[in-house]
T-cell receptor, first 114, second 113 residues
Framework: DTAVSQTPKYLVTQMGNDKSIKCEQN?????MYWYKQDSKKFLKIMFS???????INETVPNRFSPKSPDKAHLNLHINSLELGDSAVYFC?????????????FGDGTRLSIL | GNSVTQMEGPVTLSEEAFLTINCTYTATGYPSLFWYVQYPGEGLQLLLKATKADDKGSNKGFEATYRKETTSFHLEKGSVQVSDSAVYFC????????????FGKGTTLSVSS
């Protein structure tokens, strides 16, 4: 029944490793997003896809690579993890990406780099 | 560029007190405005929204009015409950397709009985 689901919920790993976070939405939405929430709870957009096409790519290190196999899924792969990557990553979706539409968020993935 | 400014927290209130969390925005166009709430360990949930000037969004006793003249969208509730303890985020998005949410820094509300 979960509208936007992310896995894993927690991810603890060492510096230099490569990891992926998966996101799936069952709302039939066309647009999906990745946001990063830092330790002070500040939220910032990273990427957005509309119907599998990348439409927002903020200033994010190219170690971060989103992939959308279909419009219901948006995964985030991170190479060569660094201490500064520790954060909570949220996936979200909206109907078709138009500005007035609310976005539906997953419960987040807490990434901790040792 | 577009931005959202929220009052600094934390805000600490007793049950049944009146709540105001201030939010002002800067935008080049005609944004939609939102309040989201984040309970501990959870994702963000939409609390209310307004898409044009003078619209009032309301939900669960919370309300906020889109004021274009003061570029504000302050959140209010007449009588808070312990269960309202959470982090509240004000956010905006522009009208065009493909836009993302721009968030304020969040305000932590703690309500005691």
């Amino acid at each position: 029944d979960t509208a936007v689901s992310q896995t894993p919920k927690y991810l603890v790993t060492q510096m230099g490793n490569d990891k992926s976070i998966k996101c799936e939405q069952n709302l039939g939405h066309d647009t999906m997003y990745w946001y990063k929430q830092d330790s002070k709870k500040f939220l910032k957009i990273m990427f957005s896809y509309n119907n599998k096409e990348l439409i927002i790519n903020e200033t994010v290190p190219n170690r971060f690579s989103p992939k959308s196999p279909d419009k219901a899924h948006l995964n985030l792969h991170i190479n060569s993890l660094e201490l500064g990557d520790s954060a909570v990553y949220f996936c979200a979706s909206s109907q078709d990406g138009a500005g007035g539409q609310p976005q539906h968020f997953g419960d987040g993935t807490r990434l901790s780099i040792l | 560029g577009n931005s959202v400014t929220q009052m600094e927290g934390p805000v600490t209130l007793s049950e049944e007190a009146f709540l105001t969390i201030n939010c002002t925005y800067t935008a080049t166009g005609y944004p939609s405005l939102f309040w989201y709430v984040q309970y501990p360990g959870e994702g963000l949930q939409l609390l209310l929204k307004a898409t044009k000037a003078d619209d009032k969004g309301s939900n669960k006793g919370f309300e906020a009015t889109y004021r274009k003249e003061t570029t504000s969208f302050h959140l209010e509730k007449g009588s808070v409950q312990v269960s309202d303890s959470a982090v509240y985020f004000c956010a905006l998005s522009e009208w065009q397709a493909g836009t993302a949410l721009i968030f304020g820094k969040g305000t932590t509300l703690s309500v005691s009985s």
